[in-house]
């Protein structure tokens, strides 16, 4: 099993990243996907989630109207679009695939300054 997430990196306050998730080892389609994300001396939250076929999402107030997720079951692949960013978004984001076990990514670091 494997989640291999990209796109992260260094952006300033009002930029956008797309992030990426790419799965494999498991059925994607059956599972919910997560992002979560942990900012350092915090905890890890949970940023937004989208249901097995794609047709739920729910955010996390705080990024609400800024982030979309999505999902591409053909290709395995969820996504983290990121709008809007602001200095307290800087976090290691993590990819998440849920059912009865959890499978996590190795993360990817968004960065946000000036």
């Known amino acids: 099993v494997q989640l291999v997430e990209s796109g992260g990196g260094l952006v300033q306050p009002g930029g956008s990243l797309r992030l990426s998730c790419a799965a494999s080892?498991?059925?994607?389609?059956?599972?919910?996907m997560r992002w979560y994300r942990q900012a350092p001396g915090k905890e890890r939250e949970l940023v937004a989630g989208?249901?097995?076929?794609?047709?739920?999402?729910n955010y996390a107030d705080s990024v609400k109207g800024r982030f979309t997720i999505s999902r591409d079951n053909a290709k395995n692949t969820v996504y983290l679009q990121v709008n809007s960013l602001k200095p307290e978004d800087t976090a290691v984001y993590y990819c998440?695939?849920?059912?009865?076990?959890?499978?996590w990514g190795q993360g990817t670091q968004v960065t946000v300054s000036s």
């Open positions: 989208i249901s097995s076929a794609g047709s739920s999402t």
């Open positions: 080892g498991f059925t994607f389609s059956n599972y919910v």
């Open positions: 998440n695939a849920h059912r009865s076990i959890d499978y």
